[in-house]
């Protein structure tokens, strides 16, 4: 079975982000201005994971991924205007570094502002996925956060970041990650692009088979709070962690998950 994922939606209908009704305008992931996927294929998982069938190509597209889900306000004011530039600068911080340096250290830092990078992120993320504002805690402190920049990192979440120097562009979103020892499932949130991956976790891991950097400490700084983010370069994470199985970790994918693989403009 296939199924395409649609990414258009209507012209009017409810932000992802707020929830509000209103005329829709279309949000591209990774943001204008990072480094671009060249062709990206949409599946849904379903048709990654059935055997034996080559999975069906869906929307290709020569600029990232683009999602008809968010209104202005969130898209352009709050997005365009005030959290993308600063999640670009630290994502093409890093890609410049990792593109003109002869030689690099194990570890270095970055500076970059946790508040406006994390606010992106998960902005990004949530504008994945025609109608998907759902009535709930979660989404409405996902939307309080990005549209409050006053509001501490909300407490059921947990962000990673680390550097992906890879071509493959991954997006996740409403996966169950599973330790299969403590069988205990957990959402996540996924956005890898050359040259950065983020993963959004909820609830507490208590159990990761990497270390990715942590935005624990920065969860209630201020806004406008900038800070030396540390940024392991050696040894990097593999190229498909966390979505490949592993022998103790395994992602599931229900019929609402999801994602999203395409090729990144990794020169
Ligand atoms: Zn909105």
């Known amino acids: 079975m296939t199924i395409l994922i649609e990414t258009r939606g209507p012209k009017t209908g ?86 003109t ?24 993320i949530a504008a994945q996925g025609v109608d998907r504002y759902l009535k709930g805690p979660l989404t409405e402190s996902i939307r309080d956060y990005i549209l ?19 071509k493959p562009h991954v997006m996740v979103r409403d996966a169950a990650f599973l330790d299969i020892p403590s069988g ?3 959402s996540i949130w996924l956005l890898k692009f050359f040259p950065v991956a983020f993963l959004v976790t909820w609830g507490r891991p208590t159990y990761l088979e990497y270390s990715p950097h942590s935005f624990e400490s920065w969860r209630s700084c201020p806004f406008r709070y900038e800070v030396e983010m540390p940024l392991t370069l050696q040894p990097v994470l593999p190229v498909c962690w966390p979505e490949a199985p592993s022998n103790r970790t395994v992602l599931v994918y229900g019929q609402e998950a999801i994602h999203v693989v395409g090729e990144s403009q990794a020169k």
């Open 148 to 166: 409050d920049e006053t509001k501490p990192f909300p407490e059921e979440l947990c962000a990673y970041y680390w550097v992906y120097p890879y």
């Open 14 to 99: 409810k932000c992802n982000i707020c929830g509000e009704l209103g005329p829709l305008t279309e949000d591209h992931t990774p943001p204008k201005g990072c480094l671009k996927p060249r062709q990206v294929e949409i599946h849904h998982i379903s048709s990654l994971l059935s055997q034996g069938e080559a999975p069906t190509r869906g929307r290709r597209s020569q600029n990232g991924v683009k999602y008809r889900t968010l209104c202005h306000r969130c898209n352009n004011t709050l997005l365009g205007a005030r959290y993308d530039p600063l999640f670009i600068e630290f994502v093409n911080n890093i890609g410049q570094l990792l593109k």
């Open 184 to 186: 205990k499932p957990f």
């Open 101 to 124: 340096s002869m030689q690099l250290p194990s570890a270095l830092s970055i500076r970059g502002q946790p508040q406006a990078i994390l606010r992106s992120l998960l902005g990004h």
